[in-house]
């Protein structure tokens, strides 16, 4: 018996990194699991793969989350095949670093585009079933940029400070309907995300977390699947660090 047996998830951006983690997570956990990506193909795949290899039920969904009607299809393809949707895992993200004064428009609105309106959209869609069946779990990927800030990131960290306002918001919106938003703010996780990083880098920023050590996607996982869980039923509008005290 899983935590989660039976109920339906959409994992944004599910390809690799953080989100993969969390699919194949919330899978073990008993849950039906759509992975979603926007590029790669033969990545989610594999994921998608790898969860009915074990035993799981997965749907591969491609769709670019900044785009309405590609989010509605999303939604709907999930509604279609299992009758509904219980849990949002609004992950997908990207970054597109510059200088404010270098900052293109194109970077600021690629990066609000997908990060911000992506999880906008999602949530819209999702939460009109979750209303319906009064039970829902919505948990966004931000990040421990959004409260600190970061030179060179300023739509990033905007973007990802938007979500934990749209968390809030969204928390008291559905609250009556025991639906529960919740946010994580991930520090320096292993992924692709963090592997331009130089050697130099990486080592500096270890001195400045408690726990010696950058975090992994699995650390990020397992955050989710407890907001997921029956355990955090009591748990909403919050903005979680899993950031080896890295914020503190
Ligand atoms: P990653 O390895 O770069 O993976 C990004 C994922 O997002 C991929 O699956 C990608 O799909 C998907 N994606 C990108 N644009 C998309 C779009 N328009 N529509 C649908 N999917 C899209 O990133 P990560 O490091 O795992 O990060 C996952 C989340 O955690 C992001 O929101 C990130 O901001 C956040 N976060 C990461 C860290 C960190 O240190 N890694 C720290 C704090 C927060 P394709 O493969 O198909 O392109």
């Not at 009064?134 to 030179?151: D, E, K, Q, T, Y």
């Not at 331009?196 to 270890?206: C, N, P, R």
């Amino acid at each position: 018996m899983g935590k989660l047996d039976g109920k339906r998830a959409l994992v944004t951006g599910a390809s690799r990194g953080i989100g993969k983690a969390v699919a194949l997570r919330l899978a073990a956990e008993g849950a039906k699991v759509a992975v979603n990506y926007n590029s790669n193909k033969a990545l989610a795949e594999a994921v998608a793969n790898e969860i009915t290899n074990s035993g799981g039920e997965a749907l591969l969904i491609q769709a670019d989350v900044a785009q309405a009607e590609q989010v509605e299809a999303m939604v709907q393809q999930v509604a279609d095949a299992w009758g509904g949707l219980d849990i949002l895992v609004n992950n997908a993200g990207v970054t597109g670093d510059n200088l404010i004064m270098r900052m293109t428009e194109e970077e600021w609105d690629t990066v609000l585009g997908t990060n911000l309106k992506g999880a906008f959209l999602c949530t819209r869609a999702a939460v009109r079933l979750m209303l319906k069946q009064r039970w829902g779990r919505i948990i966004n990927m931000s990040s421990v940029v959004a409260l600190a800030g970061n030179p060179g990131q300023a739509n990033y960290a905007a973007s990802k400070a938007g979500l934990i306002a749209l968390t809030r918001s969204i928390a008291k919106e559905v609250g009556s309907r025991n639906i529960t938003v919740n946010a994580l703010t991930p520090g320096f996780i292993t992924t692709d995300m963090v592997e331009t990083l130089s050697q130099e880098t990486i080592d500096t920023i270890k001195q400045h977390i408690p726990l010696g050590r950058l975090g992994t996607p699995e650390d990020v996982a397992g955050a989710v699947a407890f907001l997921a869980s029956d355990d955090a039923s009591y748990l909403t509008g919050q903005a979680i660090g899993i950031d080896g005290a890295i914020a503190i």
